[in-house]
Structure formats: C-alpha cells, structure tokens
C-alpha cells in the first residue's frame, strides 16, 4: 500500500490541469483524463478517465476516447467523489458556501450555527448555496453563543426546536447541543436529553460536541441513539473518550458497535491534540467521518481546507483510499440527503474534488499550537459540481 501510494505521488508534482473546449456536439460534455481515481465506494483506485453526460457520471473506464465537449488532464492528480464535510459553519454567511466549493466541498452540514431564533437566515444560505447544504439545529435558541449557549438551561427550549425544525425540513437534518463544561456547565446531560427530545418526532440524528466535559463520557454516550454524531471525538482533557492510562474506555467502543459515528472535527480551540489522536489511533480508534468546522476564516487558521485535515490522516498512517472514504462515502451516509453522493458509480451526480498529494515538508498544527511535519499533503487541485468545473489550478 505505502509503495504504491509513494510510486503515484512520485508523479504528482506533474502537468496542472488543462481545459480543452470543442466546437461541436459531443458524446459526453465533459471527460477527465488520466487521475488517479479512488472510488471507496465500489473499491476502486486505478488510474481511470471519467466521463460525464447531464451531470451525471456515465463511465469510468481506462481509456475513454469518444467525443467531449470539454477535456480535463488529471494525470498526476487524485480524483474522488465531492468531499462532504459534516460539521462546519458555512452558513453564517453566503460568501461562505462557494469558498468550501473552491476546496472541494460538494455537501456540507453546517452544525449549530443557528438555533431557533435565528435559524431562517441560514436555512436561506443552505438553499442558495451551489452545492447541498444543510443545517443541524442547536438545540440552544440563540445558536452558538461566545459565552457558551447552554451556561442558562432556560436557552434549550425543545418547542422552539421543533417549530424551527418543522419550518425547515427541507434543510435541517439533526439537532445539535454543545456539551463541553465551558458551554453547557453542569447542563450537559439535560441539554442532550432535550437535543433528543426535539429531534425525536422527525427521527433525526444528533450530533454533540464534546470536549472538557462536565459529565464522563459514559454518561453522555449513554444518551445517544444510533446515527447519531459524536464530533471533536479526540479531545483531551477532562471526560474525554480515554482514561488516565490513555486507554480507550470500553464504553467508547461500545458506542461505535451499536451505531454512534465517531468524526473528527479539527477546529480551533480544544478539539484535538496530537497525544490524544496518536493513543487513540494506536487502540485502533480512528474517525468514521472528517469534518473540518470550517468557517469562512479558515484558511487563515490550522484548518486550512479540507484536504489539510485529510493530510493529518496521511501522516498518522492511515491508508489513503481509507481517508477519501472517510471524507466522502461514510459521510453521505451520515445523512440521508447525501444519499446518492460519496460515490462515482455510473448515474450518480457528478460531483467530484480533484487533489494533489504533494511530496515535500509540510507542517500541520493541532489545536493546542503543536506542530507536526509530514512528507506528504493534499492540495485541492478542482472541484467538479453536477458535471461542470467550478474551479482550476
Ligand atoms: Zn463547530
């Protein structure tokens, strides 16, 4: 596995992509020649051209030579399915959704932003935004609040949610609550409890965010139903997933066997350290999903882009066609409106984010200003939504 991934980056520092435009009615509208393609949905990762017709993708094969409207030259890069990312804040505002486009982002969750008194100018970013986004909803009426939203249990009002979620079905998935102490105080539990109680009548998932809890994970992991999403999975600190051995506590695993998803989530503050990553990955313990809690700062931040975050995985060992899963098929899983994405099968929508994985010395920083280097990073390289290129390099 390591070899070859090494014997195909070796290529990668190869031509930039290059647009061919033709006159005349075509087979396909668009064909991108020559990437290496990993479809984890279907176990693939072979060089392979793609073509696509109507927005869709209508072959994968190793050598498409029919007629298309447009040519893309991937050789030397990485192409996937649309990465979907399910814990940012791209809905804060709507310059937000085209910059997550730019880097790959072909679905996006935007995780607690907005609460119920605020929800209706987000559920307007989501539906305006070029590619699928969807809220969840804090279970906290303000949204996402500096001084943290559930410090007054007043604010987790379950009515609220509901009417909000009610108002927008078409956009809200879930139901998100804030749990670290610094957020919730001694609220945590209940709050969860009310995060469900909304979320029950529409059969939605939860998504909490843990980190430096009040209350142990157990406890917390006790009050979640299948589907739903655990995020900052590899918090340090107090109440987190491992014990003061470093040891995975057995209800965390647990968790996951009865359905929990355990995701990522990079951040900024107190999300994950590189301790906590490296004893939990050593257990085994790796994310079902990545997300990056993007917002649109990001780049400026350790978050950078979502290819960054896939590139920690990289530098932890985890096997690429692993990380491309990660990043696309488990997190269309996660929500049914992702349901025909995450994959390059023959009629599905042709979402696509072309990347390079770049060889050289690359330095990643935790939440914590730890740094680490690695010799390897993917670079978002092009995005393709509904079959049409959205972004070169
Ligand atoms: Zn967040």
Redesign the pocket.
């Known amino acids: 596995m390591m070899n070859r991934r090494q014997f195909v980056c070796a290529s990668a520092s190869a031509a930039l992509l290059a647009r061919t435009p033709r006159a005349f009615a075509a087979t396909y509208d668009l064909v991108i020649k020559g990437g290496r393609v990993i479809d984890s949905s279907v176990g693939l990762d072979a060089v392979r051209d793609i073509a696509i017709a109507g927005g869709r993708i209508a072959a994968v094969e190793a050598n498409i030579t029919a007629d298309a409207a447009e040519t893309i030259d991937a050789r030397g890069k990485i192409v996937a399915p649309g990465l979907i990312d399910i814990?940012?804040?791209a809905a804060r505002t709507k310059e937000g959704p085209p910059l997550a486009l730019l880097d790959g982002v072909t679905g996006w969750v935007d995780?607690?932003s907005a609460g119920a008194d605020n929800v209706d100018a987000m559920a307007a970013v989501a539906r305006g935004a070029p590619q699928i986004g969807r809220l969840l909803i804090n279970i906290a009426r303000t949204g996402?609040a500096p001084g943290g939203e559930l410090n007054n249990l007043n604010a987790a009002n379950v009515a609220l949610a509901r009417g909000a979620i009610a108002r927008h079905r078409d956009v809200v998935v879930g139901v998100k609550a804030?749990l670290s102490e610094s957020v919730a105080g001694a609220n945590d539990l209940e709050a969860l409890r009310r995060a469900q109680e909304a979320a029950a009548p529409f059969n939605l998932p939860v998504m909490i965010?843990v980190g430096q809890n009040y209350s142990p994970m157990r406890a917390i992991l006790a009050l979640l139903k299948r589907g739903d999403i655990v995020?900052h999975m590899y918090a340090p600190g107090k109440n987190g997933i491992l014990d003061e051995q470093g040891r995975l506590f057995p209800d965390v695993t647990a968790a996951r066997r009865r359905g929990i998803i355990f995701d990522f989530?990079n951040?900024v503050g107190g999300h994950f350290d590189w301790a906590t990553v490296e004893k939990a990955t050593k257990q085994g313990f790796w994310p079902d999903t990545f997300s990056t809690?993007w917002n649109p700062m990001s780049k400026t931040t350790g978050v950078v882009d979502f290819p960054n975050v896939m590139s920690k995985f990289i530098m932890f060992g985890m096997p690429l066609n692993q990380i491309v899963a990660c990043a696309t098929m488990n997190a269309a899983r996660v929500f049914p409106s992702f349901d025909d994405r995450g994959t390059l099968n023959i009629g599905a929508p042709a979402d696509m984010a072309i990347m390079e994985l770049r060889d050289g010395s690359f330095e990643f920083v935790d939440n914590y200003k730890g740094t680490r280097t690695a010799r390897q990073r993917l670079f978002p390289a092009g995005t393709v939504l509904a079959g049409k290129l959205v972004k070169s390099v």
């Open positions: 814990h940012t804040h995780a607690g996402t804030r965010h995020t989530g951040g809690d």
